[in-house]
């Protein structure tokens, strides 16, 4: 398995669909899906009846996975960049290819 080139917490920005252009934090990265969580973008509704541990019911918003394609690290400028894997001081780092800064 190769190295992930987007981890939990990272800034990313959106790429394509309803959220295309927002950005934000990575709050988790699954894998073996190709999606991660995103803090605030992509949030669904759900419609809760009420039960023991949650008496008032209600609507529960929370985000919902995106393809991984469908994202990408922003670089310092809140700009889309795409990722490179370097050597530097005899350790493996993830570094954006814009700018040359190490994330």
């Not at 190769?2 to 981890?7: D, L, P």
């Not at 669904?44 to 690290?73: F, M, T, Y």
Request: proline content about 6%; aromatic content about 0%; glycine content about 10%.
């Amino acid at each position: 398995m190769s190295a992930a080139k987007i981890k939990k917490g990272d800034k990313i920005v959106v790429l394509a669909g309803k959220d295309k252009g927002r950005t934000g934090a990575v709050l988790q990265v699954m894998p073996k899906d190709d999606k991660v969580l995103v803090e605030g973008i992509n949030v669904h509704a759900k419609h809760r009846k009420p039960d023991q541990s949650n008496p008032q019911g209600g609507i529960e918003r929370k985000p919902a996975p995106l393809h991984i394609s469908n994202v990408a690290v922003a670089d310092k400028d809140g700009k889309p960049t795409r990722v490179r894997f370097e050597e530097r001081d005899g350790k493996k780092v993830r570094v954006a290819v814009k700018s040359g800064e190490v994330l």
